[in-house]
């Protein structure tokens, strides 16, 4: 058995910072392509940013681009989405989301993970 369990959500002043972590089952998770999501009332489930396990190599949409940064703790453990300059339109339930092998064609698509944490909500008023 695997696991992902996200942390770090919660009620932030537009303008403000939140910082999401992602913690994984450690060696189990080694050479995954690892994303961020998010899903806000009615809407679909939306790709916000990956990263490959290695770190090398980073992915953003471009609503998030200049704001967010998906980084990897030393130990890789841990994924983090470090949110700066927060809008309203950024509030969602966040999802960590791993896949086995890495795509650049795949990756903002939600049905091409294979795991999937519960989730961590972020509000943000304006």
């Known amino acids: 058995q695997v696991q992902l369990v996200e942390s770090g959500g919660g009620l932030v002043q537009a303008g403000g910072s939140l910082r999401l972590s992602c913690a994984t089952s450690?060696?189990?998770?080694?050479?995954?392509?690892m994303g961020w999501f998010r899903q806000a009332p009615g809407k679909q489930r939306e790709f916000v940013a990956a990263?490959?396990?290695?770190?090398?190599?980073?992915y953003y949409a471009d609503s998030v681009k200049g704001r967010f940064t998906i980084s990897r703790d030393n130990g890789q453990n841990t994924v983090y989405l470090q949110m700066n300059s927060l809008k309203p339109e950024d509030t969602a339930v966040y999802y960590c989301?791993?896949?086995?092998?890495?795509?650049?064609?795949?990756?903002?698509?939600?049905?091409?993970?294979?795991?999937w944490g519960q989730g961590t909500q972020v509000t943000v008023s304006s």
């Open positions: 450690g060696r189990a998770f080694n050479g995954y392509f």
């Open positions: 989301a791993a896949r086995s092998r890495y795509s650049d064609t795949a990756l903002k698509y939600p049905g091409e993970y294979d795991y």
């Open positions: 990263i490959t396990w290695s770190g090398a190599t980073t």
